[in-house]
T-cell receptor, first 116, second 115 residues
Framework: DVKVTQSSRYLVKRTGEKVFLECVQD?????MFWYRQDPGLGLRLIYFSYDVKMKEKGDIPEGYSVSREKKERFSLILESASTNQTSMYLC???????????????FGQGTRLTVV | AQSVTQLGSHVSVSEGALVLLRCNYS??????LFWYVQYPNQGLQLLLKYTSAATLVKGINGFEAEFKKSETSFHLTKPSAHMSDAAEYFCAVSPPTEAGTALIFGKGTTLSVSS
C-alpha cells in the first residue's frame, strides 16, 4: 500500500513560533503537495514540488515556505505562526507524469494545527 | 484555467435512498477526473477516477460516476445509501497532458445519511 505519513495528527503552537510540518512518502513519487483545508473552502494548494530542491507556489503561499532535500520528504514551514493559519494541513504525493493507471494523488492523514 | 464546481455543499438522504453528488468541470480539453472521500479527522481516500477509458466508472463502496463531455459533468451516484457513507466528498480535476501539476479540488459536499 502507498503510504503518505504526516509527522503529527494534532499540533498546538503559539503565535510567532516557527512551525515545521513533515511529510514522508514511500512510493518513489516525484510530485509532493501541501494543501490547506478549511470549512466551505475545500482544499487549497499552498506549495508543490516535482523534484528534489524544486518548488512551485500554489494558490495561497503567503506565510509559508517549503523544503524538499530528499525525494521522499516534503516539509511545510510556517515562519511565524499566526492565528489565521489554524487549519487542517494535508500532504499528498503522485507520479510526475500522469499515465492512465497512475494518475491519482495519495494523501496523508492530515495535521490539525491550532495557533493560539 | 481548470476549475471544479460541486453543486450543493450539503446533501441529506435517507438510508436506502439514491445518492447523487454533482460535479461540473471547466477545461479546454477532457481532463482526468477524480472523486475522493474524507471521513472525520482523516485524509482523503480515492473513490474512483476517470482517465479517458470507459465513461462509466465504478469505484469502491458501490459508488460510480459517469463522464459526460457534452455536459462537462462527472456526477457521483450510489443506488442505496448506507449510514457509513456519511462523509465529505471532493471532486478533483487535473490536465491529462501536463506533467508535474497539482489536482484542483472543488469545495466539497457533505453527505448526511439518516435512518
Amino acid at each position: 500500500d502507498v503510504k503518505v505519513t504526516q509527522s503529527s495528527r494534532y499540533l498546538v503552537k503559539r503565535t510567532g513560533e516557527k512551525v515545521f510540518l513533515e511529510c514522508v512518502q514511500d512510493m518513489d513519487h516525484e510530485n509532493m503537495f501541501w494543501y490547506r483545508q478549511d470549512p466551505g473552502l475545500g482544499l487549497r494548494l499552498i506549495y508543490f514540488s516535482y523534484d528534489v530542491k524544486m518548488k512551485e507556489k500554489g494558490d495561497i503561499p503567503e506565510g509559508y515556505s517549503v523544503s524538499r532535500e530528499k525525494k521522499e520528504r516534503f516539509s511545510l514551514i510556517l515562519e511565524s505562526a499566526s492565528t489565521n493559519q489554524t487549519s487542517m494541513y494535508l500532504c499528498a504525493s503522485s507520479f510526475y507524469v500522469r499515465q492512465r493507471d497512475n494518475t491519482e494523488a495519495f494523501f496523508g492523514q492530515g495535521t490539525r494545527l491550532t495557533v493560539v | 484555467a481548470q476549475s471544479v464546481t460541486q453543486l450543493g455543499s450539503h446533501v441529506s438522504v435517507s438510508e436506502g435512498a439514491l445518492v447523487l453528488l454533482r460535479c461540473n468541470y471547466s477545461s479546454s480539453v477532457p481532463p482526468y477526473l477524480f472523486w475522493y472521500v474524507q471521513y472525520p479527522n482523516q485524509g482523503l481516500q480515492l473513490l474512483l477516477k476517470y482517465t479517458s477509458a470507459a465513461t462509466l466508472v465504478k469505484g469502491i463502496n458501490g459508488f460510480e460516476a459517469e463522464f459526460k463531455k457534452s455536459e462537462t459533468s462527472f456526477h457521483l451516484t450510489k443506488p442505496s445509501a448506507h449510514m457509513s457513507d456519511a462523509a465529505e466528498y471532493f471532486c478533483a480535476v487535473s490536465p491529462p497532458t501536463e506533467a508535474g501539476t497539482a489536482l484542483i479540488f472543488g469545495k466539497g459536499t457533505t453527505l448526511s445519511v439518516s435512518s
